[in-house]
């Protein structure tokens, strides 16, 4: 869709400035960062039943009251610490979402791996050509239900394969820009 700016983007990234950013600079560019991951494995939880606009908007909050996703500290966190984030109206206020942070960030403490390693491992092959429309893109995948049981039996919660694939699209591991987006096809610089 044609943004007022002139670029073509996905539909869902042209219009909302926020949205716009987020799919601009982040959606679907190759994140390998330990803490961003951890952190959309987290968000991408707090999304389920929800947009996710409601989550980006809400981000920074997230970001302050999870420690900005700092792995041990937040598997160091408590009961009191999820009864303090119950009360919280900044963030989405689900006792267990925001349990389920924890123990992901427990789980993530216990890899035998890197979380990024873990992560990438189940990335498909790339698409020969990105697809036309929305309607092409897949709600869920054999990967994606392959990586939600491999981290359902590493203790991760709230990971269900539509979640997953969800994962997958805003790290990277799959692009589902569509074609005619600038973004399509077109190398991100690796975040790191």
């Given at each position: 869709?044609?943004?007022?700016?002139?670029?073509?983007?996905?539909?869902?990234?042209?219009?909302?400035?926020?949205?716009?950013?987020?799919?601009?600079?982040?959606?679907?560019?190759?994140?390998?960062?330990?803490?961003?991951?951890?952190?959309?494995?987290?968000?991408?939880?707090?999304?389920?039943?929800?947009?996710?606009?409601?989550?980006?908007?809400?981000?920074?909050?997230?970001?302050?009251?999870?420690?900005?996703?700092?792995?041990?500290?937040?598997?160091?966190?408590?009961?009191?610490?999820?009864?303090?984030?119950?009360?919280?109206?900044?963030?989405?206020?689900?006792?267990?979402k925001i349990e389920a942070t924890i123990q992901n960030a427990r789980?993530?403490?216990?890899?035998?791996?890197?979380l990024d390693e873990l992560l990438w491992s189940f990335a498909p092959?790339?698409?020969?050509?990105?697809p036309t429309t929305f309607a092409e893109v897949p709600a869920t995948?054999?990967?994606?239900?392959?990586?939600?049981?491999?981290?359902?039996?590493?203790?991760?919660?709230?990971?269900?394969?539509?979640?997953?694939?969800?994962?997958?699209?805003?790290?990277?591991?799959?692009?589902?820009?569509?074609?005619?987006?600038?973004?399509?096809?077109?190398?991100?610089?690796?975040?790191?």
């Amino acid at each position: 869709m044609l943004g007022d700016d002139g670029l073509t983007r996905c539909g869902w990234g042209a219009f909302d400035s926020e949205y716009r950013r987020y799919h601009d600079e982040e959606w679907g560019a190759p994140q390998h960062d330990e803490a961003r991951l951890f952190e959309k494995v987290c968000l991408e939880g707090f999304q389920a039943g929800l947009s996710w606009i409601t989550i980006l908007r809400r981000r920074p909050a997230f970001r302050e009251v999870f420690h900005g996703f700092d792995v041990e500290r937040v598997a160091a966190m408590d009961e009191s610490d999820v009864e303090r984030l119950l009360g919280d109206a900044r963030i989405i206020r689900h006792r267990g979402k925001i349990e389920a942070t924890i123990q992901n960030a427990r789980a993530t403490l216990a890899l035998d791996k890197p979380l990024d390693e873990l992560l990438w491992s189940f990335a498909p092959p790339p698409r020969a050509a990105p697809p036309t429309t929305f309607a092409e893109v897949p709600a869920t995948t054999p990967e994606s239900v392959a990586l939600s049981k491999e981290l359902r039996k590493r203790g991760y919660r709230f990971v269900g394969p539509t979640t997953m694939y969800a994962l997958m699209q805003a790290t990277g591991i799959v692009d589902d820009h569509l074609g005619g987006c600038f973004r399509a096809s077109v190398p991100f610089e690796v975040a790191r």
